[in-house]
């Protein structure tokens, strides 16, 4: 297991944001990330799990908060449309992976970032559908340590969310996906991909949609029609292309970001009473924790 001390953070996560951490760990496997948090949780000492960092926004400054890194367990296996992944694998790579070997139903999650073990605990999803449609099941580390697989109704998913994996470490995911024709799927990631391209600002470093999509209404509507569109704090901009996302146009902090969303969430709030609900994730900061 690798362990590395002072890494900058903004080179581990896609909004370019972050400060120093002193510590990172880099499990291999499960077994590996069982070990190290269950070490953790022995000594009493809180820290961060941490996969592609596509959703994610660290704070500025010295991280004294240990991080425990999915990135090295990528592991995958298939047993005829019966697929496991570890929660590191790059979920983009894995969609494309399976799409080649004519598993679908995963098609229209081409070009997500992350990895699937930030995908399973948000339920991310895309065009109508969720990494946790063809999901049969995922395999945790509990609170009190135990490694178990809890069955797919189990798991609370709602948009954007999975209740029942909110206190867990996940480990991994079991899919059975729909046989189809590799041709036809990689078409429609073609398709996909290139929708995304032309409505969202994959030019500058971002972490995808802000806000959660309030009940009625879309955040990035709501953003435009308050005239936010545009609007700067420092290096973070809300994007002229989309508003319901923030993006980093030039050494953006994280303080520029968190400006940018306490002013959104205000102005939506004043001008249509909509409360906007953070769909990013903020790494806490423990100053004082050694």
């Known amino acids: 297991m690798k362990h590395l001390r002072n890494l900058p953070l903004k080179n581990y996560c896609t909004y370019r944001i972050g400060g120093q951490a002193r510590d990172v760990y880099f499990p291999e496997c499960v077994d590996e990330m069982v070990e190290i948090v269950r070490l953790h949780r022995a000594q009493a000492r809180p820290f961060w799990i941490h996969g592609g960092g596509a ?25 005829g ?23 679908g139903g995963i098609e ?61 470490v996940i480990l991994s995911g079991t899919w059975n996906l729909p046989l189809a024709d590799p041709q036809t799927l990689l078409a429609t990631r073609k398709e996909i991909l290139a929708r995304r391209k032309e409505k969202q600002p994959l030019e500058f470093p971002s972490a995808g949609s802000v806000f959660k999509r309030p009940e009625g209404a879309y955040a990035s509507q709501l953003i435009d029609q308050a005239g936010l569109k545009g609007a700067r704090v ?51 900061f423990c100053p004082d924790h050694e």
């Open 55 to 79: 959703n994610t926004l660290f704070p500025d400054g010295d991280i004294r908060l240990p991080i425990i890194s999915t990135s090295e367990m990528t592991a995958t296996a298939r047993n």
């Open 81 to 103: 449309s019966t697929v496991v992944a570890e929660a590191g694998k790059v979920m983009d790579a894995w969609v494309l992976e399976q799409l080649r070997e004519g598993l």
């Open 108 to 168: 229209c999650l081409s070009g997500i970032p992350g990895t699937l073990g930030g995908a399973l605990f948000m339920n991310a999803g895309a065009y109508g559908h969720e990494i946790s449609d063809h999901l049969e099941s995922v395999t945790v580390l509990t609170p009190d340590s135990r490694v178990m697989d809890i069955p797919k109704a189990e798991c609370g998913f709602g948009y954007r969310r999975a209740s029942a994996l909110r206190d867990t």
């Open 234 to 284: 420092g290096g973070a901009q809300i994007s002229e292309k989309h508003a319901g996302f923030i993006v980093n146009v030039g050494d953006a902090t994280c303080q520029d970001v968190l400006e940018l969303v306490e002013l959104c969430r205000r102005t939506v709030r004043e001008r249509f009473g909509y409360e906007l609900e953070l769909e990013q994730c903020l790494c806490p």
